[in-house]
């Protein structure tokens, strides 16, 4: 199958769009593989993977243009972060970023998200974040949006007791599946007391470019905090 194809099966869709330009590639050749993730080999103890001390690991699915992933980790540098996008323009952004701001504190992975999940150590993550994932609008594709209770329970066997699961989306079908499923699994608590609590962003929220792309074609984001039991 062609890269830039959809995938069938896959969580996401096609994997490139564009080529990038002669000075983001070579970003990319030269720096994504001194920060890739190998699900194949990882420590341990996840606080290896990054060059500078670390005090908890967290993961964000599906990072988009990295704006999110970057600004938290400018945000608190003894935080280690493992963003993945396998679209190669956002990972492309996502390097492109880390390379700017010399930040030590993420490691990147460019394919399924399924498959990190799969070897990541238990309770070795102290959050997951999946913002304005793909909503996969047509009810014959709903199976394959990422929140499934297959995916929900690879997040209980990798997050911490206590640490959050953080969804948006602007798709109010998304947003009631995602509550439906997540309400069933008894790995996780929705933690809203009152309507901002879904309605404002997350605190220290820097806004995203797909959110601001909702926002200008009159949708609003949803918000939602789930802590693991």
């Known amino acids: 199958m062609?890269?830039?194809?959809?995938?069938?099966?896959?969580?996401?869709?096609?994997?490139?769009?564009?080529?990038?330009?002669?000075?983001?590639?070579?970003?990319?050749?030269?720096?994504?593989?001194?920060?890739?993730?190998?699900?194949?080999?990882?420590?341990?103890?996840?606080?290896?993977?990054?060059?500078?001390?670390?005090?908890?690991?967290?993961?964000?699915?599906?990072?988009?243009?990295?704006?999110?992933?970057?600004?938290?980790?400018?945000?608190?540098?003894?935080?280690?972060?493992?963003?993945?996008?396998?679209?190669?323009?956002?990972?492309?952004?996502?390097?492109?970023?880390?390379?700017?701001?010399?930040?030590?504190?993420?490691?990147l992975y460019d394919d399924d998200a399924m498959k990190l999940l799969d070897r990541l150590p238990d309770a070795s993550m102290a959050g997951i974040d999946l913002l304005y994932p793909d909503p996969w609008p047509k009810t014959r594709h709903w199976k394959r949006r990422f929140v499934s209770d297959e995916n929900l329970g690879r997040f209980a066997c990798v997050m911490k007791h206590g640490a959050l699961f953080r969804f948006a989306s602007d798709i109010d079908t998304y947003v009631s599946w995602t509550l439906a499923h997540v309400r069933r699994s008894a790995d996780f608590e929705w933690t809203a007391e009152r309507p901002r609590d879904w309605k404002e962003p997350f605190p220290g929220w820097p806004g995203t470019r797909y959110e601001a792309k909702a926002t200008r074609e009159g949708r609003r984001g949803t918000y939602l905090t789930f802590r693991r039991r």
Not at 39 to 53: G, I, N, S
């Open 2 to 107: 062609e890269d830039d194809a959809r995938h069938t099966g896959s969580f996401f869709g096609r994997r490139k769009g564009k080529a990038l330009r002669a000075g983001r590639a070579a970003t990319v050749a030269e720096t994504l593989p001194r920060l890739k993730v190998d699900p194949e080999a990882l420590p341990a103890d996840l606080h290896a993977l990054f060059d500078r001390p670390v005090r908890e690991v967290r993961l964000e699915i599906g990072f988009g243009g990295a704006e999110h992933l970057l600004h938290r980790a400018q945000e608190n540098p003894d935080i280690g972060y493992i963003g993945v996008e396998p679209f190669i323009d956002g990972m492309a952004k996502g390097v492109a970023g880390v390379d700017r701001l010399g930040l030590a504190n993420i490691r």
